[in-house]
């Protein structure tokens, strides 16, 4: 459904609620909050990084004594899937879901039941990790609001508020960026734009590197008939695979960072993002040149060779600038951490409130009829926000019991991680089931004598789980975050994409083969 471009009014309403939401921010800091709330994460961390590793069978650090949710638990997080997969195809409610607030009311729904099974079923005690990692304990005298709440906070505090600030901050800045132009649109013109994103990936982001580059992509490509491939070759190479370099690049890397992984490690995979990446973007080059090219229209082909302008980028000052603010935000305003040089700790949130202000900025110095040539507007990060709202509180079950029971799956090998990490890391957000199996591989590490000294995981065990968690959540639509946002930006431009089970299909007749040939050779 397209949607049109932002307005002035619009534009004023976000730097309203900015405002609006630093000025809160201050206030909880002359109360202290934030204050209190990095005094008691680094007080805990610093006492889990004294606990020593599981000896064989038991439970892993912080596990013992939780009993896992049952698994008829994850039906909420099924069903929402299976909204995002079946309704746009079924003709009775495609038009309804169409619309954000209904899917909205859709994810409202489902993690209603499930905050419903912890409030009145669930009779055990719950890890919560807001605003640090503690165990909450079962109220057998009535309602279990207490644990209600860790679930809560653990889905939307710990996890949804920094996805979604961090992805808005790339997509709302990188919106202010223009790279206008009309090139021919051959299958090298495409081939150089995913090689383009991918190098970027590991440096900007996924997100950065997506919302940056997929609307030239779009408009170079707008007089072809056959664009739905080449959009799908962009979510696998540059919202995922392109990734792998730097703990930048992807969500899970960066809290392997947090997790003491050193900062260029990831860099070392320099010879699997090549090989990935290159195979890709050659299969795509082959596929396009030799079958989708040839079946254009020739009118269309006739358009688009003499409708050609040279590339413009327009916007750079001050969002390219804005965007570097963003990364280092990452990289250093964690409460976990100290900033290099010095011995203090960033205030809670105040990571996110910094990305916050960048985009205030950006929209205040940005030019605003650059935004209205993009046809920007927030349609694709508020149909993310609404799904994935759902997605983070249905999906708590499902990362419980992986917690809890995750040591038992007799994940021994390299490839075993790998392709345990990455299939799970399709459905589930990959960033805590990267931790999952990065805490697994702590234990295993430990109690078989392997070699550990990165982070305490044997290193072919930290590739493994480090190439699983990004190259597979190419797989499917919400593998990722940037996914969802280039299928609605795509379809806002025109291009039909394939429903959630269509696209699985090229992902998985594209990208199975070569996660098997990643394995034999690397793994």
Known sequence: MASPPVSGSSRRWVIAGIGLVTLLYGWSLLEGWPQKGTALVVKTHEAEAHQAAPAPGEAAPGHAGLTPPPLWTVVPFVLILGAIAVFPLLPKVSHWWEHNRNKFLAALFLSGITLSYYLWLHEYPIEGHWPAHHTAEH????????????VFANAMLVEYVPFIVLLFSLYT?????????????????????????????????????AMLLIRPLLETNRQRKHVKHTVIFFIITVCNCGGCLLPLGDPPLFLGYLMGVPFLFTFSLWKEWLFINGILIALYFFWDHFWYYPHEEAKAIARDETRVHPLRIGGLWPNALLLLGVIFSVAFLDPSKTIPGTDWHPWFYLREIAQLLLVAASLILGSEHLRWQNRFNYFAIIEVAALFFGIFITMQPALQILSIRGSQLGLTEPWHFFWATGSLSSFLDNAPTYVVFFTTAQALT?????????????????????????FMGANTYIGNGPNFMVKSIAEQAGVKMPSFFGYMMYSMCILIPLFLLVTFVFL
């Open 139 to 150: 109220d057998p005298n009535g309602s279990n609001l207490g644990a209600t709440w860790d």
């Open 173 to 209: 800045i990188s919106g202010g960026i223009r790279i206008e132009g009309d090139l021919p649109a051959h299958s090298l013109t495409n081939a150089v734009f995913l090689t383009l994103g991918s190098l970027l990936a590991s440096f900007i982001g996924t997100t950065g590197a």
């Open 446 to 470: 430990q109690q078989t004598g392997l070699p550990g000294g990165i982070a305490g995981v044997a290193a072919p065990l930290l590739t493994a789980i480090s190439l699983g968690a990004v």
